[in-house]
């Protein structure tokens, strides 16, 4: 669900002095690999179309889906549902919910900023340098 309240304001814009209730969740900005394949067919018995499938394979490939649940991925999967009752030529009825749900999902940068999850770069191991020895040492040897 959704962080309540508005959206955070850039650093020394905030009206805000009271401490922040809410914090960000920092997500390293790797795709998702392990997200749940596509059915081969709908509930209804047909197919998928192919704008559907593309639009899956980005929602189970964002970085911070590692976060989700069987529940998440289940609300997931009802969007996808809706998204294709839309490209069917659905009412709309359908666009709304649809976008209602892409932002709960965070599909885009201004609803994750709205759920406080931002992406950031992976952490890099340093290298662990070699230890070299002076070569000045071992010369009257």
Not at 27 to 43: H, I, M, Q, W
Not at 49 to 72: C, F, G, I, S
Request: hydrophobic letters at 35%; aromatic letters at 10%; a neutral charge.
């Amino acid at each position: 669900m959704p962080v309540r309240g508005n959206k955070p304001k850039p650093a020394g814009e905030a009206l805000n002095r009271n401490p922040l209730v809410h914090t960000w969740t920092e997500v390293e900005n790797v795709s998702n690999d392990d997200g749940p394949r596509l059915t081969f067919k709908r509930a209804n018995g047909q197919d998928w179309t192919e704008p559907t499938r593309r639009k899956w394979q980005v929602w189970r490939r964002m970085p911070h889906t590692r976060l989700w649940n069987e529940a998440d991925w289940e609300f997931a999967f009802d969007a996808l549902e809706i998204c294709e009752r839309f490209l069917e030529g659905g009412a709309t009825a359908y666009a709304s919910e649809l976008r209602q749900r892409e932002a709960i999902m965070g599909t885009t940068l201004d609803s994750r900023l709205g759920l406080k999850i931002r992406y950031v770069e992976p952490k890099q191991d340093k290298p662990k340098l070699a230890v070299v020895s002076n070569a000045d040492d071992f010369r009257d040897l």
